[in-house]
């Protein structure tokens, strides 16, 4: 079975500008969760859907929004992007009623310059 | 406020020596515990999780991990360290509900012939 897959891999983007990523889970999975990871701050959740609807929202500005499709595939946006958004972006799926056992995907990498 | 320590910020073993790396948590009720392994540049691979049941839980690549609900500890440790390894590891405890996950900030584990 295919792991979650994430694309870009690496985005090198400018202040101000907005940045789109992609993430589609293991078959079979329906929650997805994003999350940052920084030097600075470590991994933090952004959001969790399930069932094309937000679950679950981390502690970030709205800046920072997401969906989910009717095929569970996931995109989160950045818009305004700032300095400090560089980060490794991560995507993890489960199965229904299995929420507390996550796989993550490779990352996407951002810079922001 | 809920919360996970990882107190050993970088730490460096001789390939075939033991390892124990510690994690401390704070959690309101009886916690998800989980061990994640980060190679460079890539996503978390889940290495074991404790739910309930039996303390001592087994996980992939011959790591196993303890639950000491007294000491509010779920230290990872690993008899005999190979080379392949080195990575960054990551202690991590799930919410009871909610789908949000609270990492710690990682050990860096250095694996020296």
């Known amino acids: 079975k295919a792991g979650v897959t994430q694309t870009p891999r690496y985005l090198i983007k400018t202040r101000g500008q907005q940045v789109t990523l992609s993430c589609s889970p293991i078959?079979?999975?329906?929650?997805v969760s994003w999350y940052q990871q920084t030097p600075g701050q470590g991994l933090q959740f952004l959001f969790e859907?399930?069932?094309?609807?937000?679950?679950n929202k981390g502690n970030f500005p709205g800046r920072f929004s997401g969906r989910q499709f009717s095929n569970s595939r996931s995109e989160m946006n950045v818009s305004t992007l700032e300095l400090g958004d560089s980060a490794l972006y991560l995507c993890?799926?489960?199965?229904?009623?299995?929420?507390?056992?996550?796989?993550f995907g490779p990352g996407t990498r951002l810079l922001v310059l | 406020a809920q919360s996970v320590t990882q107190p050993d910020i970088h730490i460096t073993v001789s390939e075939g020596a033991s390892l124990e790396l510690r994690c401390n948590y704070s959690?309101?009720?009886?916690?998800?515990l989980f061990w994640y392994v980060q190679s460079p540049g890539q996503g978390l691979q889940l290495l074991l999780k404790?739910?309930?049941?039996?303390?001592l839980v087994q996980g992939i690549k011959g790591f196993e991990a303890e639950f000491k609900r007294s000491q509010s500890s779920f230290n990872l440790r690993k008899p005999s360290v190979h080379w392949s390894d080195a990575a960054e590891y990551f202690c991590?405890?799930?919410?009871?509900?909610?789908?949000?996950?609270?990492f710690g900030t990682g050990t860096s584990l250095t694996v020296i012939p």
């Open positions: 404790y739910f309930s049941g039996d303390t």
């Open positions: 993890a799926s489960s199965l229904e009623g299995r929420e507390e056992t996550q796989y």
């Open positions: 991590a405890v799930g919410a009871w509900s909610g789908n949000q996950f609270y």
């Open positions: 078959s079979g999975h329906r929650s």
């Open positions: 959690y309101g009720a009886t916690p998800y």
């Open positions: 859907y399930f069932s094309e609807t937000q679950r």
